[in-house]
T-cell receptor
Framework: AQSVTQLGSHVSVSEGALVLLRCNYS??????LFWYVQYPNQGLQLLLK??????LVKGINGFEAEFKKSETSFHLTKPSAHMSDAAEYFC????????????FGKGTKLSVKP | NAGVMQNPRHLVRRRGQEARLRCSPV?????VYWYRQLPEEGLKFMVY????????ESGMPKERFSAEFPKEGPSILRIQQVVRGDSAAYFC??????????FGQGTRLTVV
């Protein structure tokens, strides 16, 4: 069974600092991996996705993630945090490849200090 | 640009009542997914539907929960005889056959 583990339920950074949100997956097949962001009382918005093309994936709002097969990781990074980045971030894997449901991690709440 | 529309946004039900949650997918999308989010938890998959068919309901509780996606109209998630443990945010997502999933803003169900 495929699964996703997000290390750290809460991460706090200063404005302008590097953002690093960790995600490890388990999958017996080449995975389709996603990062979503959720603002309070909102739905989920897709930040970026990996679908077995380039290992470094660039997303919206300056975020990017690198797929590392040897480490089974798909960590999310942003060079310089902005106050508006404060939200909850979810890593997800899609067992069915190009279609089907998503399996989510428990999420990481990002706080940005001024 | 109408995205996934869910209504109501907030729903309060007394124990034992029925809750009906509606989801209108993005125009042209024929795949709908329902997820449940509990506090401090990620989203848990419940059911995957295509028009008039249930494709995967492995995440649905065996009793009291049902879902449909008729040929015409929105997808409906129905919870009969609600209990306090059903209180959660319920999210719907839609996609084309191999496209990305777009999420609605959710329905927050409170059972009192």
């Amino acid at each position: 069974a495929q699964s996703v583990t997000q290390l750290g339920s809460h991460v706090s950074v200063s404005e302008g600092a590097l953002v690093l949100l960790r995600c490890n997956y388990s999958s017996s097949v080449p995975p389709y991996l996603f990062w979503y962001v959720q603002y309070p009382n909102q739905g989920l918005q897709l930040l970026l996705k990996y679908t077995s093309a380039a290992t470094l994936v660039k997303g919206i709002n300056g975020f990017e993630a690198e797929f590392k097969k040897s480490e089974t990781s798909f960590h999310l990074t942003k060079p310089s945090a902005h106050m508006s980045d404060a939200a909850e971030y979810f890593c997800a894997v899609r067992p069915g490849g190009s279609q089907g449901n998503l399996i989510f991690g428990k999420g990481t709440k990002l706080s940005v200090k001024p | 640009n109408a995205g996934v529309m869910q209504n109501p946004r907030h729903l309060v039900r007394r124990r034992g009542q029925e809750a009906r949650l509606r989801c209108s997918p993005v125009k042209g999308h024929s795949h709908v997914y329902w997820y449940r989010q509990l506090p401090e938890e990620g989203l848990k998959f419940m059911v995957y539907l295509q028009k008039e068919n249930i494709i995967d309901e492995s995440g649905m509780p065996k009793e009291r929960f049902s879902a449909e996606f008729p040929k015409e109209g929105p997808s409906i998630l129905r919870i009969q005889q609600v209990v306090r443990g059903d209180s959660a945010a319920y999210f719907c997502a839609s996609s084309s056959k191999q496209g990305e999933a777009f999420f609605g803003q959710g329905t927050r169900l409170t059972v009192v």
